[in-house]
């Protein structure tokens, strides 16, 4: 398929935290033109404005007019109503993790991008940390079975960090859509506990999920924690994968010579370690180059709207397995 060289004209829709960091980036890559920010907040739209130059909309509609594609960082409990509203102008959607509220709204944003020919993309973050693509690839060459999966994501607490929902829909999505990834493979059992601790929602879970393929997969996931913590291990009979997302670092241990004796006992030997250094590649840049690319190439981002609903539906079960441990 054809590359179109020309700039893709790209608006956002809220700019909070994660709103103006698309700002930011959206004005750093070449391929893509910021035609202008919405905000229900005037203020803050001019702020952001004016750090990067475009235009601030009082009218969400007339943004919409001046767009080719748009990036929604508004809160979750609206992205299905704002998805919906783009893709049925004709426009390309990035949507700010969750993709939606429920999976009832993000199968409608996924049927109208199919219908619209459309590119639907969930800002699935962490699949583009240096250190968690670093060890996918590796994974899929050393090409043994993985045995386990383990995801800590802890946070402070803080107050303001998306209020409107609760940790797994927060912090919980990266790891699922990991965890999906790497396990390749339906889901057999889950079994999670969680706690309301600051908020009236649950802030703090503990899942732990076995899959068809027989990988096990556990969870950690807290916003009540005051060290941030953003860790993916990984096993497989003779690798032991560590990615530090914080540091976008990645280490691998490795035993070279997996035996076993006459009584059946595992015996491993030449442990040896390699470390793979602090990209200095940013996430979120890479994210919305990828999103661009799509749209370009008519193509499928890494973390399409279908992958961002199966992730959806994987969380719906995690979040009813807690309701049924209260």
């Known amino acids: 398929m054809k590359t179109d060289s ?6 956002v829709i809220g700019v909070g935290s994660m709103g103006r960091n698309h700002a930011r980036v959206l004005s750093q890559i070449s391929g893509c033109h910021l035609a202008g920010i919405y905000d229900t907040d005037e203020s803050r739209a001019r702020q952001i404005c004016g750090l990067y130059n475009c235009i601030g909309f009082k009218d969400l509609d007339e943004l919409i007019n001046k767009v080719e594609a748009i990036i929604i960082a508004a809160p979750t409990l609206l992205h299905g109503t704002l998805g919906q509203k783009c893709l049925g102008q004709g426009i390309h959607v990035l949507m700010e993790k969750p993709l939606a509220a429920n999976i009832l709204e993000a199968e409608k944003l996924v049927h109208l991008a199919e219908k619209n020919k459309l590119v639907l993309m969930a800002g699935h973050i962490e699949r583009y940390n240096p250190a968690v693509s670093l060890m996918i690839d590796k994974i899929k060459e050393n090409q043994e079975p993985v045995i386990s999966f383990e995801a800590r994501r802890l946070n402070p607490f803080d107050g303001t960090r998306c209020l409107d929902v609760d940790v797994l829909y927060d912090l919980l999505i990266h790891d699922a859509d990991l965890a999906l990834e790497i396990a390749a493979s ?76 006459e009584n059946r006992e595992c015996l491993m030997g030449d442990i040896s370690v390699e470390e793979f250094g602090q990209s200095e590649k940013e996430p979120l840049k890479a994210e919305v180059e990828d999103f661009i690319r799509s749209i370009k190439n008519n193509g499928s981002p890494t973390t399409n709207g279908q992958r961002a609903l199966e992730s959806l539906v994987f969380l719906e079960k995690i979040s009813k397995a807690i309701k049924s441990n209260y």
Do not use: M
Request: net charge positive; aromatic share 8%; glycine share 4%.
């Open 186 to 261: 339906d889901i057999s059992n889950i079994w999670a506990v969680g706690k309301k601790i600051y908020s009236d929602l649950v802030d703090d879970a503990h899942t732990l999920v076995h899959f068809n393929n027989g990988v096990i997969a556990s969870f950690w996931t807290s916003k009540c924690s005051p060290r941030k913590i953003r860790e993916i291990n990984v096993t497989t009979k003779s690798r032991f994968y560590q990615a530090n997302c914080v540091t976008r670092s990645l280490s691998v241990h490795s035993a070279k010579n997996v035996d076993q004796d």
């Open 6 to 11: 020309k700039k893709i004209s790209i608006g």
